[in-house]
């Protein structure tokens, strides 16, 4: 089971396990409803025909929703996940039916089918990723670095994931510290560590065949997708500009510009009832603020207030805390379900916004972190965006300079694909907690990590 639950192998096995499922589902649901069919041989054909969109759809929509990663260890993440891909492929399965014709396929089978793949799949993910969780835990961890092990460390163990068992932090001077590489499974190289330092080490754990993780400083994020050209017999690395092509730019803006209209008629609804909600329990029903987008230009971004009125009056610009007593009972719910954000749709159309990019921030804090960070303004080389990378990846509470990170990578490898394939992930993360919660406040690390340092 261990050999079977390998990182190597679990993004192959997991797959075709869970076409098994699908299909396997659909197989029981024929045998369930066969008597109360009225034309049980057609509509077989029809499933026949199908099939293989099926199964071709289900692998798109899963990857999409990265559910052939175990990053899912909860009943209700696991859940949230599955029912997700289920609604997706049942609407995939009928548009399919209905491009190709193929009307016999019945509905009593595509629902009680898609009930028995929720089921089935969940039970099988959550065991999986049990299992994986509880094997890989056995991995020891060392982290070479200085000033970033602290918060490195903290982040490992406060996660509770496959990464938390911490043998060793160390200085690349330290003495003992091939030992401990040897010694441990995994080795984390933090991005405080010269570059000649880390070089070595790699090297080291390269030779010794053992896994290396190495923290990116931002200018190497520019080098990701760098194309090989050769100039006589010399091999170069063509470093890709920072920016969206022309081209790009407008099938991106056409991108907004649909979606964003059908949200709006969609949400309408749903928008009409909020602000009437704020206007009944008193004060402004839209929060207006300023924030900067690609350029530097800056813009009003609307959203719905989710704060007492005049929250900034006294203590001026701060970062919500995780129990900020600025939010108010509703706001704390308009958050939670980001329904906050709903205003913003307008933002997206009048062009100030996309759909996708870096979250834009208040231009006090914009030029808090230009001072600390020298790469932080390329973030502004597109347009602000309603989601992106750092919030489908990270959390609320993710540092400034490690969003700029998912940032920087997402900037570098934009395609179109990319930017559906993180609009379809948002939609996972709109009620996990940890994507709403709110800065903390990190004051130090706990006994067992401070004997973890080597000196």
Known sequence: MERFLSHERYRITIPIIDLMIVYGSVVLSFSILHDSLAAPVDNWLAFENIALYMGIFYLIIQHIFEFDKPKSFTLFEVGYTAALIMFCLVFSTMAICFLIREFAYPRSVLILSSVLQFLFLLAWHLLTNKMYRNINRKKKVLIIGYDRTQPFAYKLIESKGIWSDIQHICKPENEKMKDYINECDITFITEDVDEIKKQSIVHYCVEQNTTVIYEPRNPEILLFNASFVQLDDMPLL?????????????????????????????????????????????????????????????????????????????????????????ITKFGQVLR????????????????????????????????????????????????????????????????????????????????????????????????????????????????????????
């Open 238 to 326: 063509d470093v890709k500009q920072l920016k969206i092509q022309a081209i790009s730019a407008t099938s991106k803006r056409t991108l907004d510009l649909a979606l964003g209209l059908i949200g709006a008629i969609v949400f309408i609804i749903p928008i009409t009832i909020v602000y009437l909600c704020l206007k009944i329990g008193g004060g402004s029903a839209f929060f207006v603020q300023e924030r900067v987008t690609r350029g530097g230009r800056v813009f009003k971004i609307y959203k719905f207030r989710t704060m007492i009125e005049n929250a900034e009056a006294l203590s001026g610009p701060v970062l919500a805390g995780d129990t900020d007593p600025r």
């Open 336 to 455: 939670a379900t980001r329904i906050d954000e709903m205003p913003q749709i307008f933002n997206i159309l009048k062009g100030d916004m996309s759909i996708v990019g870096p979250r834009p921030e208040r231009p006090f804090f914009v030029e808090q972190f230009k001072a600390e960070i020298p790469e932080y303004d390329l973030r502004h080389r597109v347009k602000a965006g309603l989601t992106g990378l750092a919030q489908v990846q990270g959390k609320y509470n993710t540092t400034a300079g490690d969003k700029l990170k998912y940032d920087l990578i997402y900037i570098n490898a934009y395609s179109l694909a990319l930017d559906l394939k993180l609009i379809m992930q948002t939609l996972n993360i709109l009620l996990k907690k940890s994507s709403t919660e709110g800065v903390k406040d990190v004051e130090a690390i706990n006994e067992h990590v401070d004997q973890l340092f080597r000196d």
